[in-house]
T-cell receptor, first 113, second 115 residues
Framework: DQQVKQNSPSLSVQEGRISILNCDYT??????FLWYKKYPAEGPTFLIS?????DKNEDGRFTVFLNKSAKHLSLHIVPSQPGDSAVYFC????????????FGKGTLLTVNP | GAGVSQTPSNKVTEKGKYVELRCDPI?????LYWYRQSLGQGPEFLIY????????DSGLPNDRFFAVRPEGSVSTLKIQRTERGDSAVYLC?????????????FGPGTRLTVL
């Protein structure tokens, strides 16, 4: 049973445009959400996070939006750059087990020059 | 500074053999995690260490899997009687304290192939 779902296996965008990666979750106990980026042959790298008490968090070109009622979050990258091409994982954790991250399957983002 | 390192980067073994995978966390990080990433999936939690003790081993799939961290730094994941289904990338991560909001830093992983 996938508690964190990334329904788009891949996404392709033009350089300079916006990339929007989506993530849905089913576990109501999740209260902390993260995005990780992964290049081939490397481990996942932390990108940005958001607590359930917020609905938006911004860091440079990256913004994460959280819609708790819909159990949905999204990552916006503006403007997209070719170096952003990677697999993006959505992850979540909850309360007392906040060290235990539950990951989605990932979305491969390709940014074309 | 140095990140999380894992050795070996690749391990090929035969069904039924025993393997050990090593993780060197970032210096000073008290929390250490093991995850397993199967093909086409996201990483799945296996075990969490706080210092020398396994605080949560609920993700270990069965008793063939065991992990230790005897001095609170380096950790070894041990798999007995390997099966083809154990083939995956095994990721190690560490964080400063293990508390909420603590960023987990991942190593490059060990790709295990069981023939």
């Amino acid at each position: 049973d996938q508690q964190v779902k990334q329904n788009s296996p891949s996404l392709s965008v033009q350089e300079g445009r916006i990339s929007i990666l989506n993530c849905d979750y089913t576990n109501s106990m999740f209260d902390y959400f993260l995005w990780y980026k992964k290049y081939p042959a490397e481990g996942p790298t932390f990108l940005i996070s958001i607590s359930s008490i917020k609905d938006k968090n911004e860091d440079g070109r990256f913004t994460v939006f959280l819609n708790k009622s819909a159990k949905h979050l999204s990552l916006h990258i503006v403007p997209s750059q070719p170096g952003d091409s990677a697999v993006y994982f959505c992850a979540a954790s909850s309360g007392g087990s906040n060290y235990k991250l539950t990951f989605g399957k990932g979305t491969l983002l390709t940014v074309n020059p | 500074g140095a990140g999380v390192s894992q050795t070996p980067s690749n391990k090929v073994t035969e069904k039924g053999k025993y393997v050990e995978l090593r993780c060197d966390p970032i210096s000073g990080h008290t929390a250490l995690y093991w995850y397993r990433q199967s093909l086409g999936q996201g990483p799945e939690f296996l075990i969490y260490f706080q210092g020398t003790g396994a605080a949560d081993d609920s993700g270990l799939p069965n008793d063939r899997f065991f992990a230790v961290r005897p001095e609170g730094s380096v950790s070894t994941l041990k798999i007995q009687r390997t099966e083809r289904g154990d083939s995956a990338v095994y990721l190690c991560a560490s964080s400063l304290t293990g508390s909420g909001g603590d960023t987990q830093y991942f190593g490059p992983g060990t790709r295990l192939t069981v023939l």
